[in-house]
């Protein structure tokens, strides 16, 4: 027969299910279980802290509404964590796992959540890694071959070698994969080991979340357990004084801990802005290496790698012709193969060199044909003879603003980069600027016949410079 409690809590569970979604019925209130009434008090257990904050924040209406329903108007109610007695034989801990997952959804920190139930985190341990970035497929060449050794050498060593590793570089150059391969290779080797890959935004949003939460003691506990944290985009902590504070105390304690950390970031640390100079000359107590542009063979290699996964198969010629024009980002080979594959299996053509040629152009951002905003700006100021500074400057003398604004309609118009891009290249402008400046051309090309030949002559001297089709 149920006892008080169970007939109690019952009762309560039947009141709050009324007034929540199932979702946060299942995930707030299944987990609690009833320990014991005495008189008009009833204890409740929990999961954990964090669990109890949250429901306290979000929910204590309801569970006190659903109490007062159930035991009278002069109740309480009392918790207890469940933690501490958590290995305990027969409790059964099913419901708190699946919970774990609604957990995570419920809060929209994007990673097996954090703050939780302890006891089960072995099993559930999500280290966020990619699973496709993996040494096997990190061709090795003179651009990357040292940073990919000391990965390589972590990976049988962690903590003790290179602590931190700092692997920086310009975009698409492979450092996210890097990172993801040393993580894969020792979640592999040491399948316990708790490994934790995040991008410094991440880390910054957790926190965030943890003190609109109240739970920042959790998320240290949380970050406690770790032990391989992989930073990736370090350079996005600048300006973030908090987000530093904080990450500066765990840099330590997991320094001090022997527990291994590895960093990318997008620049070398002393060109690192707004970060505190404790924290970079923490950065710099392991090793800093570089990934540079690859060379030419070993972006064939990259390339063929590539046409292996996608199962694409390509001519040398066409081949050679994207390596000679892909060197500085790697990144870009994927989209061009993926777009390559496209293209072919709608026009149910062979990949002709032409076509090629179309999508790099599509792709293309580098050498002289380039459709960029620094272009544009360039041709809009020999035609208009106002010095680019000036475009980029404060001045609103009518004619520097007339070719800001032209140089900002043709950016908009050719480049297909977004409105807060184009205005940020203008002096940090912002994108209603943008939009203001490309109706104030069309209005003036509507009502200035002068300006409007002025204009068109720009338009063609860009499509002829930058080779627009
Ligand atoms: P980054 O983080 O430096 O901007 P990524 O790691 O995202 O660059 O790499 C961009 C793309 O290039 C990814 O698809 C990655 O797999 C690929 N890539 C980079 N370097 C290599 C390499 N050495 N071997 C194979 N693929 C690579
Ligand atoms: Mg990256």
Redesign the pocket.
């Known amino acids: 027969m149920p006892t008080d409690h169970v007939l109690s809590w019952n009762k309560v569970l039947d009141e709050v299910r009324k007034n929540l979604t199932p979702k946060h019925f299942n995930t707030w209130f299944v987990p609690i279980k009833p320990l014991q009434q005495e008189g008009h008090v009833l204890t409740l257990e929990v999961p954990n802290e964090f669990f109890l904050s949250h429901l306290e924040t979000h929910f204590l209406q309801v569970l006190k509404d659903g109490v007062k329903g159930a035991i009278g108007p002069r109740s309480k109610i009392e918790y207890r964590i469940a933690m501490d007695d958590y290995k305990k034989p027969g409790i059964d801990r099913t419901k708190a796992l699946k919970n774990e997952k609604e957990f995570q959804d419920a809060n929209h920190i994007g990673i097996a959540n954090p703050f939780v139930i302890p006891g089960i985190r072995k099993q559930n341990w999500e280290a966020n890694l990619n699973p496709h ?1 993996i040494f096997e ?5 003179h651009c ?1 071959r040292v940073a990919r050794q000391a990965g390589l050498q972590i990976t049988s060593k962690p903590g003790e070698l290179f602590n931190p590793l700092l692997v920086y ?10 990172l993801n391969a040393i993580g894969n290779a020792l979640m592999k080797k040491y399948p316990k080991m708790h490994v934790l890959y995040l991008t410094s935004d991440k880390y910054t949003n957790m926190f965030i979340q943890a003190i609109r939460n109240n739970s920042t003691s959790d998320f240290g506990h949380y970050f406690q357990q770790v032990d391989v944290l992989i930073i ?1 985009d370090i350079q996005y902590f600048s300006g973030k004084a908090g987000t530093q504070e904080i990450f500066f105390h765990l840099f330590n304690q997991m320094h001090q801990n022997r527990k291994q950390i590895i960093m ?1 970031s997008d620049r070398a640390p002393k060109d690192l802005k707004e970060i505190d100079d404790r924290l970079i000359s923490r950065f710099k107590w392991g090793a800093s290496l570089e ?1 540079l542009t ?1 060379d030419y063979e ?1 972006m064939m290699a ?1 390339l063929e ?2 046409l292996e996964e996608k199962e694409v198969e390509l001519t040398q010629q066409v081949k050679e012709l994207l390596c000679h024009n892909l060197k500085d980002n ?2 870009e ?2 989209g061009v193969i993926v777009n390559i594959k496209l293209q072919s299996s709608l026009n149910g053509k062979s990949v002709s060199l032409e076509l090629v040629k179309d999508i790099l152009q599509s792709f293309s951002n580098r050498g002289e044909n380039v459709v960029s905003i620094d272009a544009i700006t360039r041709i809009v100021s020999e035609q208009t003879s106002i010095p680019v500074n000036s475009m980029l400057g404060k001045g609103r003398q009518r004619n520097i603003v007339q070719a800001r604004q032209l140089a900002m309609y043709y950016s908009k118009k050719m480049t297909k980069k977004p409105l807060a891009s184009i205005g940020s290249a203008f002096g940090g402008r912002d994108h209603s600027t943008v939009i203001y400046s490309c109706e104030a051309v069309e209005n003036l090309m509507d009502t200035d016949k002068l300006f409007e030949e002025l204009a068109r002559k720009i338009e063609r001297v860009i499509i002829k410079t930058l080779g627009i089709k």
Not at 137 to 141: A, P, R, Y
Not at 169 to 178: A, D, E, F, I, P
């Open positions: 970035y497929n990190f061709v090795e060449g990357n570089g310009n975009v698409g150059l492979g450092k996210t994969h890097l990736d990318g990934l690859p070993t990259i790698e590539k790697i990144r080979i994927e």
